[in-house]
Every structure is written in structure tokens, then in C-alpha cells.
């Protein structure tokens, strides 16, 4: 990682206020001591099936946040997603995932990654047809 990486974090919407809050400021740290501006960070919060839970987790991290660009995933927003291929050149066989996400240089997880990328996908994806590795993630912080 370096100044010129566009940096994004998806936290899992699952996760205790707290454990999400100590994770985030673990990452922030990261970023921090890379060199990482806080305008080359967006922070997204996977979409949950407990929409109160995913608003705590929200609040939760904003602290840790600071300025930089916090965005709660929405799966219905067409023009929020973006077609990963899973193979290079395969026409069919990917998954619509979130467009912050997929044009970050550097992509970190806060917690469980399974759950994060079905938060991070489109609705129209069934969540058995989307996996950890379609995340393509850097890091991860528990």
C-alpha cells in the first residue's frame, strides 16, 4: 500500500458494535501508518437482513471513519454495481458487486468474509452463488 492506492473497507453488518468499532480503528491505523489519505479511503457497510443492526454498525465505525467517504451498500441500486468476471475473459460466471469496491486499488474486510461479500453483491444474485473469493480482498481485520 502506498499515498496513491484508492483504499476501500467493507465491514461486516454482523458483527457486535464494539468488536466492528475496535476493528475499524485497527484498520484506520493501518492506513494510517501507510500513508494512506483519508480522501483515498471509502468505508462501505455490507447490506444486512437487520437493517437496525446495520445502522448501529454505521455509527459504530464513524468514529474511526473520520472524513473519509462512508457509504452504506445498497443492493438494489443498479448504478452502485459492477460485473466481476471470476475468469478473465469469461462471458458468463460472475457477480455483481459493489462499484466503490471494485474499483479499489486495495480492498480490505472487517470480519467475516463470506457474509461481507453476499452484503456487498446485488439483489438479483442468489447469495449461494457468491463467495469469499469473489472479494478479491487484500487485508482482513477481525
Given amino acids: 500500500m502506498n499515498s496513491d492506492d484508492v483504499v476501500a473497507i467493507a465491514v461486516d453488518p454482523t458483527l457486535p458494535r464494539r468488536r466492528a468499532a475496535a476493528a475499524a480503528r485497527r484498520a484506520a491505523a ?3 501508518e501507510a500513508g494512506i489519505p ?3 479511503r ?3 457497510v455490507a447490506a444486512g437482513v437487520d437493517d437496525a443492526r446495520t445502522v448501529r454498525i ?4 464513524a468514529d474511526a471513519v473520520g472524513g473519509a467517504r462512508l457509504i452504506l ?3 438494489h441500486e443498479p448504478d452502485d454495481l459492477i460485473f466481476q468476471r471470476r475468469l478473465p475473459g469469461q462471458r458468463r460466471g460472475g457477480v455483481y458487486l459493489n462499484a466503490a469496491w471494485i474499483s479499489a486499488s486495495v480492498r480490505i474486510v472487517i470480519g467475516d ?3 461481507v461479500a453476499r452484503g456487498l453483491c446485488g ?3 442468489p447469495p449461494e452463488s457468491v463467495d469469499a473469493d469473489d472479494l478479491d480482498a ?3 481485520f477481525d
Fill in 42 to 44: 471509502c468505508w462501505i
Fill in 58 to 61: 454505521v455509527a459504530a465505525i
Fill in 73 to 75: 451498500h445498497d443492493p
Fill in 123 to 125: 439483489f438479483f444474485n
Fill in 30 to 32: 493501518a492506513l494510517d
Fill in 138 to 140: 487484500d487485508l482482513r
Fill in 38 to 40: 483519508i480522501r483515498r
Fill in 113 to 115: 468474509a463470506e457474509t
